[in-house]
């Protein structure tokens, strides 16, 4: 339960990461939560110096940062 419960809590802090593309040249196409829009939106990765808000696909995105009420 517990741990579940940690699980939970990352992913909260990782929605409200901001969208970074990072210092390097590379194009990498990404998906990252936007907190205005609640939604997920594409983005690009530079190859480097990411954070935790970057996701290969828009639905892996969706089902960490978007929740149905």
């Known amino acids: 339960m517990i741990?579940?419960?940690m699980h939970t809590l990352?992913?909260?802090n990782v929605c409200?990461?901001?969208i970074q593309s990072?210092?390097?040249k590379a194009?990498?196409?990404r998906y990252g939560?936007?907190?205005k829009t609640k939604?997920?939106?594409p983005s690009v990765f530079g190859g480097c110096d990411k954070n935790q808000n970057n996701f290969y696909t828009k639905?892996?995105?969706e089902r960490v940062c978007v929740h149905e009420k």
């Open 3 to 5: 741990c579940g419960l």
């Open 10 to 12: 990352d992913h909260k």
């Open 16 to 18: 409200k990461q901001p």
């Open 22 to 24: 990072g210092e390097c």
């Open 27 to 29: 194009y990498f196409p």
């Open 33 to 35: 939560y936007n907190t």
């Open 39 to 41: 939604r997920c939106q």
């Open 59 to 61: 639905g892996g995105c």
